[in-house]
């Protein structure tokens, strides 16, 4: 069959008839007037069946970093494809995996030894899950069994990964298949406030919202002594839960009731790491090293599933041993080090060096940061707030009593609907509006990018009485 002379309309036919879209309420999918097919990508834009030209405003789901059709990216794949595609790991060695595990650890947080490689985000989290439970069965204290982590927590959709989520929409249905976890509350920055370093400067002390995470972790340890495994956080921004972000100094607080009480700090870095937040890894921010730390989406600089769980000789120590003791970790999935996958990861990280992107991204944060000031003066705008590349704007229907939108208006949705006659792709997460480039975006890209938001929000009214005559 030829599929390169396939219709638009027959594509859209086929796609409604033969998939089921992630994440998606797939009836409204269905009455979709015009959904978006993208058949290819260059630099910060992608591109539909029609030739129509979009800015990837969200790295196509958080983890593009340099940008589509990148030359030394699609060459890194190539030169490993006429090597080799695939070749399993265990039992095996493959010379990707083994040279971008020793540039992972070059580049890690002190302290961080060894790579364990997984397929996507939520899998290299449920590596730490199970390598940090049985971590302590190895060491002799089976009792700690129970987690603490946050609400609003995001930790991808495998069942360990969805017991430490603390998200009522995604996770509360599957409750009776979950392990417990002991929730404490997010850790706030005030409203309107921003946390990369240019904009602190500009605005003096940051104003943080009164940490009451920290009485209920307290308590929650309190309560259970010697019960817990671990502390899991999202460090530095909270994604799927509303981008929220942590006021400085939460990171450093963390690792010293982990070592106060003798807990493994997890990191789930899948969002964080490489470079969006400005720093390689948001544990940068605060010179933290976790026992865990969990990475995937810009790993690969976005072009291939691959995850990653690094550890510490503390937690590898308690697993080495004579195989009859049974302390050996067994776990593994078929295309675990993936070749292409970290032959494209590694020339990612060359990248990084070559493009100096860390200094790109500080040079960029302040004009988005800028760019974003309008925003403030909107009537239903209730807060701006940005780390590195990545903003978040929260809109409501009132914004001195935080009232929002009902729900089902899906006004979120609509505005990112408008920004597309603009030629920028947006995603939202319920009423946030989540913007986060490429870190190659130029900048005329991120000025069309930021006009097209200010534009769309104020005309939010607009959208929001259009929202309520067809979602009433
Ligand atoms: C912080 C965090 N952890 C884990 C995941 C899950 O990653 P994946 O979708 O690759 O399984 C995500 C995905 O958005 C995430 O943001």
Redesign the pocket.
Known sequence: MDDKNLTQEQLIEWDRRFLWHPFTPMKSWMEKADPLIIVRGQGEFLFDLQGRRYIDGVSS??CNVHGHGVKELDEAVRTQLNAIAHSTLLGLGNVPSIVLAKRLIDIAPAGLTRVFYSD??????EVACKMAFQYWRNVGQAQRTRFIAFHDA?????LG?VSLGGIPAFHQVYQPLCFPVDRVAAPRLAAFSGLNAAVQESLGAQETLAPTWIPQMESLLARRPGQYVGIVV?PVI???GGMVMHPPGTLQRLRQFADAHDLLLIC?????GFGRTGRMFACDHENITPDLM?L??GLTGGYM?L?ATLTTDRIFAAFYADPKLGKTFYHGHTFTGHPLACAVAIASLDLFEQNRLLNQVATLAPVLWQQLNPLRDLRHVMDVRQTGLVAAIDIARDRRTGERFPAHWRVGGALCTAMRRRGVLLRPLADTLVIMPPLTIGLESLAQLTDAVVESVQMVEDIALHCEETNP
Do not use: I, R
């Open positions: 789901l958080w996507d985000g939520s899998t290299a989290v995001y930790h991808g959709d495998t990964a999202e909270q994604g799927a789930d870095e899948v969002l964080t969990c995937s989406k599933p995850g």
